[in-house]
């Protein structure tokens, strides 16, 4: 790769990691099963958060893909190719459900809201959440992980990164799912954990692209 397009990739992935922080950072914390709940989720606050994550998700398979291309002239080529595949299928499947939590639940809060109705906001919330779409959100944050988890070994077995610095960025993912069941400071640093990890990969990248044009 270019070094611009690996700059490029690196911006994405560092912007990718601000946006994961900045998510559980805005998005409003409350009981749910109450109209305060559906306030929240009728607030802006809800919308550009989730927002935020949905960018971070798009960012970091670009960003990714410029990985790919650092690793595939290395001997951990097939470890990265099959992690690209697993992470961006995994966002595929993911991207769906964030949209439904983002502007369903939205537009739920704000008719619950209008008709100031707790049985109407927990039967959506339900709905929209544990619904057959809940499968693949899982689905997706289980490919996820596996993939970032086949990065950090692809990166470890190349040898063109710091062997460590994809280990951050696979613990991340391989934490996002149990992070929703967490308090809201956890859930916070997890989202410092997942940027951070994004960042030492990026730091790695843009390092070996300019030790490259020397």
């Not at 190349?158 to 994809?166: C, I, M, P, V, Y």
């Not at 960025?169 to 990890?197: C, N």
Request: with cysteine; net charge neutral; hydrophobic share 55%.
């Amino acid at each position: 790769m270019t070094r611009t397009r690996i700059h490029l990739a690196g911006l994405a992935l560092a912007v990718a990691g601000a946006c994961f922080l900045a998510y559980p950072a805005i998005r409003p914390y409350t009981d749910e099963t109450t109209l305060a709940g559906a306030a929240a989720f009728a607030s802006p606050a809800w919308v550009v958060a989730h927002t935020l994550a949905m960018v971070g998700f798009i960012l970091l398979v670009l960003g990714l893909l410029g990985l790919y291309g650092i690793l595939r002239e290395t001997k951990a080529e097939q470890e990265a190719i099959a992690a690209l595949v697993l992470t961006w299928a995994g966002v595929g499947l993911i991207l769906p459900y964030y949209g439904a939590e983002t502007f369903g639940l939205a537009a739920v809060g704000e008719e619950a809201l209008r008709q100031n109705s707790v049985d109407l906001l927990l039967a959506l919330t339900d709905a929209i959440r544990f619904g057959e779409g809940a499968w693949l959100f899982g689905a997706g944050l289980l490919a996820l992980a596996a993939g970032s988890i086949l990065f950090a070994a692809a990166v470890w077995r190349s040898g063109t990164l710091s062997r460590w610095s994809g280990i951050p960025l696979a613990l991340g993912f391989a934490l996002f799912l149990p992070q929703f069941f967490a308090p809201p400071p956890v859930r916070i640093v997890h989202g410092l954990l997942v940027m951070i990890g994004c960042w030492l990969v990026t730091w790695g990248m843009v390092n070996r692209s300019g030790e490259g044009s020397g």
